[in-house]
């Protein structure tokens, strides 16, 4: 009888600006308490002051920081990065930058996005944070969520991979909407990014 192996994902995480990483504090939890054979083997930060690159710090995660002041200097860079990593997806988690047609071409694995509401209402460009959450709360919506998406060079606009829907009838306030949908990031993301790769 044939021994079956079991390789472990190698994944990588994106955040830019001053991200505070609970959406990586989630997903590396998910991971190690499911015992799930995928690794966080990379994580990229814009800046070296973002709250989130103490959280790598202390969660022993590798981690590289590149500016993305030039755009096609940074896609390079990490072209490079993700290449040497032998890194099988990306997960976006607070990255607020627009990747060309031409880094997605050449990087040729899947590059995933989370957003906090319901696409294909309330994305594009600006919509994102509490941007998104005043919106749909001056709105007077019923319902928000998650939505998780494969990235195309267009804001918030690519196929979408799983989509997760909360009631917000018992929010008050754009903050309490964040809140909510938040924890709603935290328990899919991680999830979604298992089950993308489990079927490839």
Do not use: W
Request: hydrophobic share 40%; glycine share 4%.
């Amino acid at each position: 009888m044939e021994r079956t192996t079991f390789s472990t994902h190698k994944i990588a995480v994106f955040s830019s600006g001053l991200s505070r990483g609970s959406n990586l504090s989630a997903m590396h939890s998910y991971f190690t308490e499911n015992k799930l054979p995928i690794e966080i083997a990379l994580v990229i930060f814009t800046r070296p002051d973002a709250p989130a690159v103490q959280l790598a710090k202390n969660l022993g995660l590798h981690y590289q920081i590149v500016a993305a002041h030039n755009m096609p200097s940074f896609e390079s860079k990490v072209l490079e990065l993700c290449q040497q990593n032998k890194i099988e997806l990306i997960a976006l988690a607070g990255f607020m930058k627009k990747l060309s047609q031409t880094f997605l071409e050449q990087i040729n694995i899947p590059v995933m996005n989370i957003h906090p509401a319901l696409l294909p209402k309330y994305g594009g460009a600006g919509m994102y944070g509490m941007a998104v959450h005043n919106a749909v709360f001056a709105a007077q919506e019923k319902e928000s969520g998650v939505t998780i998406h494969l990235v195309d060079p267009q804001y918030d606009h690519g196929n979408i991979i799983a989509q997760e829907t909360i009631t917000i009838q018992d929010c008050n306030s754009p903050e309490e909407i964040a809140e909510k949908v938040l924890k709603t990031e935290h328990s899919t993301y991680a999830k979604t990014i298992y089950q993308l790769l489990s079927k490839r």
